[in-house]
C-alpha cells in the first residue's frame, strides 16, 4: 500500500505541480532584501560615499515620527556601512554630533560586537555610546530598540531591561522592533521560556492596533519554539502555534499581495506554516509573498541563538543562502500541495477529463 501511496503521489506531483507554480513569482524575479523606493537612493548614493540622501531621509523619518521605516532604514544602513563605511565616516566628518548619523553608527557597532567572541564585554564597553544615543531621542523609540538589543547580549539583569521597555513604550506603544527585542529577551534561548514569549506576545497582539505588525508578533514566538524542536514536545501546545499562524494570516491578508511593507511577516509566517504542515496555507502565504523574500528567517546559523534547523525540521540546511532557502521551502511547498491534490482535479472546481464527472 505505502508503494501504491507513493505512485499516485508521483502521478499528482507531475500532473498538478505546473499549475500550482503558476501563482508564484519566477525564480529570476525574487529579490532579497529588496530596499523600497526610499531606501533604494540613499543606498546608491552611500556606494558613492555619498550621505546626504541617507541623511535627508533619516531625518525626514524623525521629524514626521515615522519609527516603523525608521526603524528599518537604520537597521539597513547599518548593514551597508558593515562592509562600506566610507559614506557614514564622511557623514560623521561633516556633522559629528547629528542624531541620525550616530544612531547609525551605534547600530553599527552593536553588530560588530555581536558577532564578537568576546561579545558581552565589547557590548559593556557600547554602553556610554548606547546610553547617549538613547537620551538625545525624546520621542524615538529606535534607539530604546537598539538599547533592548544590547541589554540582551551585554546580559543585563530583569530590572535594567524592564526599565528600558518603558522608555521604549513610553515613546511608541505599538512599536514592532521593540516588541521583538523584548520577545528575543524573554525567549527560552535567553533568560526567558517558550511559555512566558508566547504569553508576552499574544498580549502584546490584543492590544496593538488593527493594522501594527505587533498583531503577528505571537508567529515569531512560535518560530523560536519550532527552531528547537518538533512542536509536540509538551513545552508549547502545538495548537498554540497553529493560533499564532492563525493570527499572522488574518493580518496578512489585510495586505495587498505583493506589498513590500509586511514582507518579513510574510516570509516568517510561510516557515512556520511549512514546519505545521499547513501546506495550503503556505502556498497562499508565498502568493501573496510575491518577489520579496527576506533574509530573515531562511539564513544560516548567526551567533548563539540556534538559526539552523532543528533535527525534526522539514526545512533543511541552506548552506548560508537564504535565497535558496526561501526557494527550496516554495518548491517544497508546491510539491506538496500537488501530491495532495486528487489526481483530475483541474483546479477550478471541476473534474478533469477522464475522472468523476469528465468524459
Not at 542624531?99 to 551605534?106: E, F, G, M, Q, Y
Not at 509573498?289 to 541552506?318: C, H, K, M, Q
Request: charged share 25%.
Amino acid at each position: 500500500m505505502s508503494l501504491l501511496r507513493a505512485l499516485v503521489g508521483a502521478v499528482r506531483s507531475a500532473r498538478h505541480a505546473p499549475r500550482l507554480a503558476a501563482g508564484f513569482v519566477p525564480d529570476d524575479d525574487v529579490l532579497l532584501d529588496a530596499p523600497d523606493e526610499r531606501l533604494a537612493p540613499a543606498l546608491v548614493a552611500a556606494a558613492l560615499a555619498d550621505p546626504e540622501p541617507a541623511a535627508k531621509l533619516l531625518a525626514t523619518t524623525r521629524d514626521g515620527g515615522e519609527w516603523e521605516d525608521r526603524d528599518r532604514y537604520v537597521t539597513r544602513l547599518a548593514t551597508f556601512a558593515y562592509n562600506r563605511e566610507e559614506w557614514l565616516t564622511h557623514w560623521l566628518d561633516a556633522a559629528p554630533r547629528d542624531p541620525d548619523a550616530l544612531l547609525v553608527t551605534a547600530q553599527l557597532a552593536v553588530r560588530r560586537a555581536w558577532e564578537s567572541p568576546a561579545r558581552a564585554e565589547r557590548l559593556r564597553d557600547l554602553a556610554p555610546l548606547i546610553s547617549a544615543v538613547a537620551e538625545q531621542a525624546p520621542r524615538d523609540p529606535v534607539p530604546w530598540r537598539l538599547a533592548l538589543d544590547h541589554a540582551r547580549g551585554a546580559h543585563a539583569g530583569h530590572t535594567v531591561f524592564e526599565s528600558l521597555w518603558a522608555q521604549a513604550v513610553r515613546r511608541s506603544p505599538h512599536h514592532y522592533g521593540c516588541h521583538v527585542a523584548a520577545l528575543k529577551y524573554l525567549s527560552a534561548q535567553w533568560y526567558g521560556s517558550h511559555r512566558a514569549a508566547f504569553d508576552f506576545a499574544e498580549q502584546a497582539a490584543d492590544d496593538a492596533v488593527e493594522d501594527s505588525l505587533v498583531r503577528a508578533l505571537p508567529v515569531r514566538a512560535a518560530y523560536d519554539r519550532l527552531r528547537v524542536g518538533p512542536a509536540d514536545d509538551g513545552s508549547v501546545p502545538a495548537a498554540r502555534i497553529d493560533r499564532a499562524a492563525d493570527r499572522a494570516l488574518t493580518l496578512s491578508a489585510a495586505f495587498p499581495a505583493g506589498d513590500p511593507w509586511p514582507a518579513e511577516v510574510r516570509n516568517l509566517l510561510a516557515y512556520v506554516l511549512v514546519e505545521q504542515a499547513r501546506w495550503r496555507e503556505a502556498r497562499e502565504e508565498f502568493g501573496r509573498i510575491g518577489p520579496y523574500a527576506t533574509s530573515f528567517p531562511w539564513r544560516a546559523a548567526r551567533g548563539s541563538v540556534p538559526e539552523d534547523p532543528s533535527p525534526g525540521s522539514r526545512l533543511r540546511s541552506n548552506r548560508g543562502d537564504p535565497l535558496l532557502g526561501f526557494l527550496a521551502a516554495r518548491d517544497l511547498v508546491r510539491a506538496e500541495v500537488a501530491r495532495r491534490t486528487p489526481l483530475w482535479d483541474t483546479g477550478d472546481g471541476r473534474a478533469g477529463r477522464g475522472g468523476p464527472g469528465g468524459h
